[in-house]
């Protein structure tokens, strides 16, 4: 059987077809996030992708770093899996990681389940 971060990567990819994803798995640069996303506002922006245990959140020194460095375009969604039924899903701003890793899921997110974070990163434009 998958890993959950496997898993959860699937159902990701699956659920938003409109945004392109380029997974990256970077030995060399600790803290890159885990996908590049591009949508149809031909925006690009990265998403670092956690399974949380229970309502905590854990991050790597490096991923803290690379967040609190790159805090614009740059997100972090948990999903906490469900025996019953598809992930629940929380989408953070990178710049939030310090709060995320200090509340966990009790901080308020920037989008809930599937559908909310699937519209906000279509919709991610540059600024006028």
């Known amino acids: ?55 905590s959140v854990t991050f790597s020194p490096h991923q803290i770093s690379f967040h609190v460095r790159h805090p614009k375009n740059s997100f972090i969604l948990v999903g906490l899996p469900s025996a019953h039924g598809p992930w629940c899903l929380k989408l953070y701003e990178g710049s939030r990681i310090l709060e995320l890793e200090a509340l966990g899921l009790k901080l308020e997110p920037l989008a809930s389940e599937l559908e909310a974070c699937r519209l906000k990163l279509e919709s991610l434009a540059l600024e006028a």
């Open 1 to 55: 059987m998958a890993k959950p971060e496997t898993r959860f990567w699937h159902y990701w990819k699956k659920n938003t077809p409109n945004i392109s994803w380029t997974r990256i798995e970077n030995a060399t640069s600790f803290g890159t996030p885990d996908l590049l996303g591009y949508n149809k506002n031909q925006f690009f922006f990265t998403v670092e992708l956690k399974v949380a245990k229970r309502y």
